[in-house]
């Protein structure tokens, strides 16, 4: 297999490093004979989108299969430079096992949505009762890679919205992903909702579209992670009450208001509500909400890597990386075009 060399400024430590790719892994141990495919660039391990729905909005409109829409879908997110991204929840399970040996991005997928009968948009979830979803839980964790999905409230507009499943079954159901060695993510929209899923261990929030700021300490307090897709806050408008609509309003100031606390945000774009491959708006919607540059470009990099147990640029790392001509922390409008696309130790782009 061909060994190349990468010379630039590795992030996040920003360090000028030689880094070597042999066998799909990186190494900064000087490799004789290999072909230098970029200098001069800063490095990043590949963006990521925790909150990807690859079967759903896919760029192969008029695709044949489920199968086919989540390729064209891969395809867009990494033609983005993303390299890996975790889909929580899905219609279908096709996504599974789909990854670099296929030419797409590292997934994490948690099967199919979790949702009791007319809790979700018809047609898109399993539906199961309270008293099936442990069983259920499991059996998606199994089809899945390492996730589960569950809907924690039901995504209906202004006074639709309301509490799916209870306390207890949801903890019972948390206990035994856990058990079998899984995660667990939850769409959570009410601020209640939300501190049901801190109280009972939820892996991941996604979304928290009316999280009140009074709920950061405990958040912070928690090793819930916060998924607040911020893409889609401008599709929500139309359709909330007024209260809703500013509680939208002030979602960025309560996002960065919780990365100052300490809870871990990280950056999903909702794909399937919105285009695939936009995880750089995401990143940058974080900083315009006020986390500070570098945070939100490692809550759509290293950071998000870090969470879905995959490394950044280390000696002995999966060969995963993306290069900028530009400081992307200086510049974020950078991450829509990557000079060098690295995955999995096959050069996708290089430098003209």
Known sequence: MSAWHIRGIVLPEAVERDVYVADGLLTFTPIDGAETVATDVWLLPGLVDVHAHLALASPARNAHSPREAIEASLHAHLDAGVLALREPGSPVRDAAGLGPAEGFPR?????RFLAPPGGYFPGLAREVGADELPVAALEELA??????????????????????????????????????????????????????????????????????????????????????TMSIDGLLGDFVSADQARCIS????????????????????????????????????????????????????????EFLGLPGIADGALADLTGYRDDPRDRLDVLADPALVVLDGRVIRRPA
């Open 143 to 228: 089809a899945g890679t390492g996730w589960v999905k569950l809907i924690g409230d039901s995504p209906f507009p202004g006074p639709g919205i309301a509490r799916t499943y209870p306390d207890d079954a949801v903890a019972e159901t948390v206990r035994q992903v856990h058990a079998a060695g899984g995660r667990v993510a939850m769409h959570c929209t009410l601020a209640e909702v939300v501190e049901m899923a801190i109280a009972v261990g939820i892996d991941s929030v996604e979304h928290g579209t009316f999280l009140e700021p009074g709920q950061i300490h405990a958040f912070a307090a928690s090793q819930t992670a916060w998924v607040p």
């Open 250 to 305: 002030a979602h960025g100031d309560v996002v960065a208001a919780a990365h100052e606390a300490g809870v871990r945000v990280l950056a999903g774009t909702d794909a399937g509500m919105v285009a695939h491959g936009l995880v750089r708006h995401e990143v940058q919607l974080l900083a315009r909400a006020g986390m500070p540059a570098d945070a939100a470009l490692g809550a759509g990099s290293w950071a998000a890597r």
């Open 107 to 111: 997934v994490a997928t948690a099967g």
